[in-house]
Nanobody
């Protein structure tokens, strides 16, 4: 079956860095765009970043402000999110999600529509203390 398993979340001080990982199995990983989505207590789910199948096209939500980098390794069925210069506003549960491929490709407008994702991981917690 399709499985997505996130790891790498931790407690970090403001200004610190974390590298989130998502291990995928049960499907042909290289045929799917992949994304990261976050959720904080009392808030709605919010798209963070996406990467296309080959890894050459990267997309980010405005709040990232140049501090995150998404990448993937298709040989290892892995997708990553490098998070630098973290601030308390980035505290959230971060999910790995598989793009179904449905709909029209339109960069950030495409990936921010969360109904595009047909499989989700359980999430990994990122907490930025102050």
């Amino acid at each position: 079956e399709v499985q997505l398993l996130e790891s790498g979340g931790d407690i970090v001080q403001p200004g610190g860095s974390l590298r989130l990982s998502c291990a995928a199995s049960g499907f042909e990983f290289s045929k799917h765009d992949m994304s990261w989505v976050r959720q904080s207590p009392g808030k709605r789910q919010e798209w963070v970043s996406s990467i296309n199948t080959g890894g050459g096209s990267l997309y980010y939500a405005d709040f990232v402000k140049g501090r995150f980098t998404i990448s993937r390794d298709n040989a290892l069925n892995m997708v990553y999110l490098q998070m630098n210069s973290l601030e308390p506003e980035y505290t959230a549960l971060y999910y790995c999600a598989r793009d179904s491929g449905r709909g029209y490709y339109a960069g950030s407008d495409y990936y921010s529509a969360l109904d595009r994702y047909d499989y989700w991981g359980q999430g990994t917690q990122v907490t930025v203390s102050s």
